[in-house]
């Protein structure tokens, strides 16, 4: 074949592959979600001279493009492997893979962040509390901290950020929960930890805040597999994790009201776990404020916790040890406005956030 021959072929064969590619971005459907990543997916932008002058549609455009790629999930796992394994990259969109985990990349700390946490919670305790209400704060290690060191990746000191902000919540007793955690206790795929391995972090909360639990717990687990937030964003061939949850007579007999809006809600709500984001099952996810009633506590003490998304599984083992616990996520509701739902009186308070959470504060209101 001579050398105009060949240029004919090539010329041929790229013209066929943008023609199929192109077919493929026009007739295939275009999804508006996806599962895989947890976001929406960039819509096609309007089409005006207003926008095209501007250039908004052409920077529109890319994005929808990028989005409604054909196959764009395979794609993204090739990109994913080539970076990591052809580039000696260590992470792929702030996600590294170790020891059959991935997790995020979070460093360095922020102090600015920590000082705004610190003083949120102490602007909540002026506002609230007197010298009648125990106040404890206790800090969730990110799987970060269990998995950077060995695996080469940059991470924060989190003995520091625990000491940081025990010294800055002069108004808490710190409870330290650190050292009853490891890698394992938390889900391979996803931020969180896994439930029916925080008992031991539970009973010493209970313990320092002068209460008891039953600890008399039945392990349930789901069928489906659970793939978890870290999953889509590395785009890495990582099996799933599994879904577990835990009951003793006083989960089982509890009440549990969402004020957000306005209805009771399960502990844990089964068919969220078949949503987008199985974890939500604790719960029901993000909801800025949560009573759970304990029929049947042995005690009148009540609990007013303050936490993030971590908050939701852990307080479901916690109900055996007071007659109330409330729930208030402060990045969903304002502070000022608990006073409408919330009585502190006598009541004990814990802060409980995570590093993931502490380091980037500006979402605490």
């Known amino acids: 074949m001579n050398t105009q021959k060949k240029d004919f072929v090539l010329c041929f064969v790229f013209m066929l592959l943008l023609a199929v590619g192109l077919a493929l971005c026009v007739l295939l459907p275009k999804e508006k979600y996806s599962g895989s990543e947890r976001r929406m997916l960039s819509p096609m932008p309007e089409l005006s001279a207003e926008s095209v002058w501007s250039g908004r549609f052409m920077s529109d455009f890319e994005d929808y493009a990028t989005d409604a790629f054909p196959f764009r999930d395979a794609f993204r796992r090739v990109k994913a492997l080539t970076a990591l394994h052809v580039f000696s990259r260590k992470d792929n969109n702030g996600i590294y893979a170790s020891e059959g985990f991935l997790a995020a990349m979070e460093y360095p700390v922020n102090e600015a962040s920590l000082a705004h946490a610190s003083e949120r919670f102490r602007s909540v305790c002026r506002k609230y509390l007197t010298e009648e209400n125990k106040v404890y704060l206790s800090v969730i290690p990110d799987k970060n901290c269990f998995l950077a060191e060995e695996s080469g990746h940059l991470s924060m000191n989190y003995e520091d950020i625990e000491k940081q902000m025990a010294d800055r919540a002069d108004f808490a007793e710190y409870i330290r929960i650190s050292d009853l955690l490891e890698k394992d206790d938390y ?87 078949e949503g987008r984001d199985p974890y939500e099952m604790f719960l029901s996810g993000p909801i ?56 502190f009186e006598g009541c004990d308070v814990l802060f409980l956030y995570s590093t993931l959470v502490l380091n980037h504060s500006e979402t605490i209101k």
Request: a negative charge.
């Open 288 to 343: 800025s404020l949560v009573t759970i009633e304990n029929p049947g506590a042995r005690t009148d003490k009540k609990l007013v916790i303050f936490r993030d998304s971590f908050g939701s599984s852990i307080a479901p083992l916690l109900i055996s040890g007071y007659s109330q616990i409330t729930l208030a996520d402060i990045r969903y509701i304002h502070p000022d406005l608990l006073e409408q739902f919330v009585d």
């Open 187 to 273: 889900y391979r795929t996803d931020t969180h930890w896994r439930q029916e391995k925080i008992t031991d972090v539970a009973e010493r909360l209970a313990q320092k805040m002068g209460t008891t639990l039953s600890q008399e717990y039945e392990t349930h687990t789901l069928e489906q597999d659970f793939y978890g937030v870290y999953y889509g964003q590395a785009a890495l061939p990582v099996p799933p994790d599994q879904l577990q949850y835990v009951m003793d007579a006083a989960i089982n007999s509890c009440r549990v009201y969402d004020w957000q809006n306005n209805r009771e809600i399960p502990v844990y709500d089964l068919e969220r776990a």
